[in-house]
């Protein structure tokens, strides 16, 4: 198995923040590692496809490809699947009986921190050249014509 095409960061750049966990050479992950090369690849694809719907919902188009804004979006996805790497040992926020994990799950917290995430930097991606093919107002519906009641408006 290997990263999806829409997916962001790499096994070697999560494994280079989990030495612990992986390989004897502390940079990438196997099929004896927990978690296991494929599960690790599993993570990054579902972290990033939580993080490409955010951005579609922000009217970016997925993936995105300008440099210094994939970068950004790399260091998103790698920070969350090192935490889900940490919960499979049993440690970080994500690990069973941590305050985060009364409060949710990693799931709910991934989606949560991307909405926020792509939320705040979504200008800043935009001025960077990222995509966004459809305006913040794409969705929005106004009635044409007069409500069906008045509502104290002052009379034309």
Known sequence: MAIGANSYGTVAEVGALTPLYATETGTTYSTTTRPTLAQVEQMIDRASAILNI????????VPVSQADAK?????????QVVELCHAANGAGPY???????RAGTPFRTITREA??????????????????SRAV????????????FRMGWPDE
Do not use: H, N, W
């Open 71 to 79: 970068r950004a979006l790399d260091e998103f996805v790698v920070a």
């Open 54 to 61: 955010a951005l579609a919902s922000a009217g970016f188009t």
């Open 95 to 101: 690990a069973p009986g941590s305050d985060e994990m």
């Open 115 to 132: 909405a926020k995430f792509v939320d705040e930097y979504a200008p800043g991606l935009e001025a960077l050249g990222a995509i966004r």
């Open 137 to 148: 107002a794409y969705g929005l519906r106004c009635q044409a014509g007069d409500p069906p």
